[in-house]
């Protein structure tokens, strides 16, 4: 008895030539690798497209300065301009724009560094506080939303295939194809 063939995700034909993306450019000969690859670009660029619409819709803030604000709400003590521009994977003169602009609008302040009179720390002030805990607690909603498509056992499996890929790609453990 011949095995039925399980149908193909299709996903130009779901999607359709308007929505598709990255993903127009794979082929069906493409190594397992690329097709991975681009799926994965496709689906961060338009979770991070769709999340900077709405940051600058409802609270007319950037997705930069969201995260900016991230950081500093995760560190209550405060931040080093240059400890800041590390963990946003941004310039110096990208962290100093967007303090610069948080602190005018009263959401951060800059105080000296006990620890290095050369350097300050910048940390949240608490309208900044009040107004980033706001935001995120509707950037959770919109990211639940994002992946309410997919089960817990489907959530958890990608996340620990890519916390996989993530380490290996830190440690430099790549593997021939």
Avoid at 60 to 66: E, K, M, P, Y
Avoid at 86 to 106: A, F, P
Wanted: charged share 30%.
């Amino acid at each position: 008895m011949a095995r039925a063939r399980a149908p193909r995700f299709d996903i130009a034909r779901l999607l359709g030539d308007e929505r598709i993306g990255l993903e127009a450019r794979v082929e069906d000969a493409d190594h397992q690798s690329l097709k991975l690859w681009l799926r994965l670009l496709a689906c961060s660029t338009q979770i991070e497209t769709e999340i900077r619409r709405r940051l600058r819709e409802r609270f007319g803030v950037s997705l930069a300065r969201f995260d900016y604000l991230a950081q500093l709400h995760r560190h209550p003590d405060g931040l080093r301009m240059n400890v800041l521009s590390r963990y946003l994977m941004v310039s110096g003169g990208n962290v100093t724009g967007l303090t610069d602009e948080l602190v005018k609008d009263g959401w951060a302040q800059r105080d000296d560094d006990p620890e290095d009179r050369r350097s300050y720390r910048v940390s949240l002030t608490a309208p900044g506080r009040q107004a980033f805990e706001r935001m995120a607690a509707e950037h959770e909603v919109w990211v639940i939303e994002m992946f309410a498509g997919l089960d817990p056992v489907q959530k958890k499996s990608l996340y620990e295939s890519l916390g996989q890929l993530r380490v290996q790609l830190a440690t430099g453990q790549e593997k021939s194809p």
